[in-house]
């Protein structure tokens, strides 16, 4: 007669039928687990890398698609190919990628050296605008130069990369000389400097060019470690020099009554421009009315292709448009803070601190002021409104934050890993590495 097979019970059942515990190592089911695993996966060293890399390519791209749509009305009312805007938008986008591909590539010495020359080049150009017969007003304000037929340069916006390249050099060079802990080294020039530049773009009445330069200012003396007394001391002379431009100022002063306005009024109020922008996000709901299918573009809203571009992705590509524009641009900010906070090189710390402020701060005022939160400044969406000027400088540093990604040792480490030739070097097949490769260095991905 056979022998009974007497069964072991796991000690879970035996005490009631709970759950044996997960092995170690395994990952936890559930939301718990779901964190762990996003949190292993962002701390992987080529995680911020990849993620500048991609959200800054989603947001031009996508901005791109949203240029030709919200523009061709524009281009047909002054007698143009539906494409114009559009193709000069590519034109920049294709020259813009190139200048992140070559910040990218460029070490960090050559970023510091390249400093002075863009500081000096800006301001240079800001003087030229300030010429008659040279400067160009565009909408009341004396900022542009004309270089000929269609396209025209806004040195303002080169000042925002000059300004962050010279200011992360400036501390870098004074905290190498253990000089930051004197609130004189922290201020002087860095400062007087900065009101340089504000003041030669409000000669031209840029008033919202001129915020961004103050947010990446207060950006640099955060990063730097400004005591709370000193940068509430320069946030306070700068907010009562920015209240006195305010209050001297009608066209100013009307921007603040729209915060909100849901009456656009006649022809040429004041808060047409405010009252549309929530009419084209409204009438947009959950998913849109179609690519290319906006109302608003056609006349009823100022602007559609530049500062209020996010009113038309919100009509035609709904909620779910604007909630994804806003992770793309939470995304890259984030991955910036990672790449300012994880670095020992002063200078990368700063000037990653500085384009992330730049970039988060503007995109902020841009849709603050669309979704009648905040007034109306005059601020492209970065990467994503049309215009080349704007595009160009801002590629420029988002190449400079992949550069600072790379830079990372442990990110050094897994990108040579990644090579061709490292698995012939190491005495293994690169394409069966990861099978035949037992222990893997923690610095890797």
Same mark, same amino acid.
Request: glycine content about 14%; hydrophobic content about 50%; proline content about 6%.
């Given at each position: 007669?056979?022998?009974?097979?007497?069964?072991?019970?796991?000690?879970?059942?035996?005490?009631?039928?709970?759950?044996?515990?997960?092995?170690?190592?395994?990952?936890?089911?559930?939301?718990?687990?779901?964190?762990?695993?996003?949190?292993?996966?962002?701390?992987?060293?080529?995680?911020?890398?990849?993620?500048?890399?991609?959200?800054?390519?989603?947001?031009?791209?996508?901005?791109?698609?949203?240029?030709?749509?919200?523009?061709?009305?524009?281009?047909?009312?002054?007698?143009?190919?539906?494409?114009?805007?559009?193709?000069?938008?590519?034109?920049?986008?294709?020259?813009?990628?190139?200048?992140?591909?070559?910040?990218?590539?460029?070490?960090?010495?050559?970023?510091?050296?390249?400093?002075?020359?863009?500081?000096?080049?800006?301001?240079?150009?800001?003087?030229?605008?300030?010429?008659?017969?040279?400067?160009?007003?565009?909408?009341?304000?004396?900022?542009?130069?004309?270089?000929?037929?269609?396209?025209? /340069?806004?040195?303002?916006?080169?000042?925002?990369?000059?300004?962050?390249?010279?200011?992360?050099?400036?501390?870098?060079?004074?905290?190498?000389?253990? /000089? /930051?802990?004197?609130?004189?080294?922290?201020?002087?020039?860095?400062?007087?400097?900065?009101?340089?530049?504000?003041?030669?773009?409000?000669?031209?009445?840029?008033?919202?060019?001129?915020?961004?330069?103050?947010?990446?200012?207060?950006?640099?003396?955060?990063?730097?470690?400004?005591?709370?007394?000193?940068?509430?001391?320069?946030?306070?002379?700068?907010?009562?020099?920015?209240?006195?431009?305010?209050?001297?100022?009608?066209?100013?002063?009307?921007?603040?009554?729209?915060?909100?306005?849901?009456?656009?009024?006649?022809?040429?109020?004041?808060?047409?421009?405010?009252?549309?922008?929530?009419?084209?996000?409204?009438?947009?709901?959950?998913?849109?009315?179609?690519?290319?299918?906006?109302?608003?573009?056609?006349?009823?809203?100022?602007?559609?292709?530049?500062?209020?571009?996010?009113?038309?992705?919100?009509?035609?590509?709904?909620?779910?448009?604007?909630?994804?524009?806003?992770? /793309?641009?939470?995304?890259?900010?984030?991955?910036?803070?990672?790449?300012?906070?994880?670095?020992?090189?002063?200078?990368?710390?700063?000037?990653?601190?500085?384009?992330?402020?730049?970039?988060?701060?503007?995109?902020?005022?841009?849709?603050?002021?669309?979704?009648?939160?905040?007034?109306?400044?005059?601020?492209?969406?970065?990467?994503?409104?049309?215009?080349?000027?704007?595009?160009?400088?801002?590629?420029?540093?988002?190449?400079?934050?992949?550069?600072?990604?790379?830079?990372?040792?442990?990110?050094?480490?897994?990108?040579?890993?990644?090579?061709?030739?490292?698995?012939?070097?190491?005495?293994?097949?690169?394409?069966?590495?990861?099978?035949?490769?037992?222990?893997?260095?923690?610095?890797?991905?």
């Amino acid at each position: 007669m056979p022998s009974k097979i007497v069964g072991t019970r796991r000690p879970s059942a035996a005490r009631g039928g709970g759950r044996a515990p997960a092995p170690p190592g395994r990952p936890r089911g559930g939301l718990r687990g779901l964190h762990e695993r996003a949190r292993k996966a962002w701390d992987r060293p080529l995680t911020a890398y990849y993620v500048i890399i991609g959200a800054g390519m989603l947001i031009t791209t996508l901005g791109l698609v949203m240029v030709y749509s919200a523009s061709m009305i524009t281009a047909l009312t002054y007698d143009l190919v539906p494409s114009y805007f559009f193709r000069k938008q590519f034109f920049a986008a294709l020259l813009g990628t190139g200048l992140l591909l070559l910040a990218s590539r460029m070490p960090v010495r050559l970023h510091r050296a390249l400093a002075y020359p863009i500081l000096v080049g800006a301001v240079f150009l800001m003087v030229l605008v300030q010429i008659p017969g040279i400067g160009h007003a565009v909408n009341g304000n004396q900022n542009w130069i004309s270089l000929g037929g269609p396209f025209q /340069l806004q040195p303002s916006e080169f000042g925002k990369l000059a300004l962050i390249l010279w200011g992360a050099d400036l501390l870098a060079r004074k905290h190498d000389m253990r /000089l /930051l802990t004197q609130w004189k080294h922290m201020l002087v020039p860095l400062v007087p400097g900065t009101f340089m530049l504000l003041g030669l773009i409000m000669l031209g009445g840029d008033m919202g060019t001129s915020i961004i330069l103050a947010a990446i200012l207060f950006g640099l003396l955060w990063t730097a470690g400004a005591p709370t007394r000193l940068f509430a001391g320069v946030l306070t002379v700068a907010g009562a020099i920015g209240f006195l431009l305010i209050k001297t100022s009608d066209n100013r002063m009307r921007r603040f009554d729209c915060i909100g306005a849901t009456d656009p009024g006649g022809e040429g109020a004041p808060c047409l421009q405010a009252a549309h922008g929530i009419y084209a996000l409204a009438s947009g709901g959950w998913f849109g009315s179609g690519l290319g299918a906006s109302v608003e573009k056609w006349g009823q809203l100022p602007e559609a292709h530049t500062d209020f571009i996010f009113a038309v992705t919100g009509e035609e590509l709904g909620l779910a448009g604007t909630l994804s524009v806003l992770a /793309l641009f939470a995304a890259l900010g984030y991955a910036g803070i990672r790449v300012a906070g994880g670095t020992e090189d002063p200078f990368v710390r700063f000037a990653a601190g500085g384009v992330t402020t730049w970039i988060t701060a503007q995109a902020v005022i841009n849709i603050g002021a669309v979704l009648g939160l905040l007034p109306i400044a005059g601020v492209p969406l970065p990467l994503f409104s049309y215009g080349g000027s704007a595009l160009l400088p801002t590629m420029f540093a988002v190449g400079l934050l992949i550069a600072f990604a790379r830079q990372e040792p442990a990110a050094k480490a897994a990108l040579a890993m990644r090579r061709p030739g490292w698995g012939k070097r190491a005495g293994v097949r690169w394409k069966s590495m990861r099978r035949r490769v037992k222990k893997r260095p923690s610095g890797e991905r």
